[in-house]
């Protein structure tokens, strides 16, 4: 299967999941490792992204590009959210067929699952549901990358594998507030809150329930999804397509993520929590018994990796300002 020096693409390189997907690469030794800045190929262009194939010809492939973002960006783009993430995997995966790669990785999300769900949430709940309104164009792009997968698995043998992570945080992240997910954007929001000594307003009731699983958790799992063997994924998808959540197994609260968050930054101000923004789903932890079954295990504590998110966040911070 893969080798140390076999060609992978690592489509959207300069993301969160894309600059851990190198470092491990590295790290493990891997050294053909294919990438190239969006400037110098959209991934929307289906005739530039066949050229780029047919010249650089990747045996394996990343799909980690994407256009992502928190509610208030879905809300603001769902057309460019639902038509841009649709044409980079449309380009991506066909490309996979017409050039016969040995594997696939696509990257899809929590947020593809129904609103209301048994929970913890299985991969068989997929379209048994209405999607959550605040992210539906995000969610429904990622369903149509599932279903091309599933086609071109089932209907022409082609190696894909696809993991839904849950929420992802790490040091790369983006940490805008307007743009960017809930640890990011709490993040920024405490430190800024701390330099002008005012009290933080977070968005909605505090009241949802969110799992955090490490992008280097994810990056590992993604290696992982390259390595293991055809034999193990057919036995747990029964030789359907592979789709496995990718989890960590921890939940936490909005509202006590936040005073983790102030104790963490020892902020000493009020937290009012603004109900006049939308929650968003109230719970989509995910069940990655599957992924588990096959030997996959997560190894950062979610306290952990976000002490060491913040600390390095206070540091820039500090050395930005002085």
């Known amino acids: 299967m893969i080798k140390k020096n076999s060609k992978i693409f690592v489509a959207g390189h300069n993301g969160l999941v894309g600059k851990a997907v190198l470092e491990i690469f590295k790290k493990k030794g891997y050294k053909n ?24 010809k990747p045996e394996f492939l990343v799909i980690c590009a994407a256009r992502v973002g928190g509610i208030l960006e879905n809300n603001n783009f769902p057309l460019e959210f639902l038509v841009d993430n649709i044409d980079i995997e449309k380009n991506l995966l066909l490309a996979t067929k017409k050039f016969n790669l040995k594997r696939t990785i696509f990257l899809g999300s929590s947020c593809i699952y129904p ?17 959550e309104p ?9 369903i149509v990358g599932i279903k091309l997968s599933a086609i071109l698995h089932d209907h022409y043998k082609k190696d894909i594998v696809c993991l839904m992570p849950t929420n992802v945080y790490g040091i790369n992240d983006n940490f805008e507030i307007s743009s960017s997910h809930v640890v990011p954007g709490l993040i920024t929001k405490f430190i800024n809150a701390i330099n002008k000594d005012q009290d933080i307003r977070i968005w909605g009731s505090g009241k949802p329930v969110r799992e955090f699983i490490h992008v280097d958790d ?4 993604i290696l992982f999804s390259l390595k293991v063997s055809k034999m193990k994924l057919n036995k747990v998808n029964k030789n359907k397509l592979p789709l496995f959540n990718v989890g960590s197994g921890e939940s936490i609260s909005i509202k006590d993520l936040a005073y983790l968050i102030a104790k963490i930054v020892k902020f000493k101000n009020k937290i009012i929590f603004d109900t006049k923004y939308p929650d ?23 306290k952990n990796g976000l002490s060491k998110i913040i600390q390095a966040r206070l540091k820039k911070y500090i050395l930005k300002n002085n």
């Open 33 to 56: 490792i294919l990438v190239i800045d969006r400037k110098k190929l959209d991934l929307r262009n289906e005739k530039k992204v066949s050229l780029f194939f047919k010249k650089n």
């Open 280 to 302: 968003g789903t109230l719970n989509k932890n995910l069940d990655s018994s599957k992924i588990k079954r096959i030997n996959w295990k997560r190894k950062i504590n979610f």
């Open 115 to 131: 609103k209301t769900n048994k929970i913890p949430i299985k991969e068989e709940y997929l379209m048994n549901g209405k999607l």
């Open 134 to 142: 605040t992210n539906e164009s995000y969610a429904l792009s990622k």
């Open 218 to 221: 994810l990056a590992n799992a």
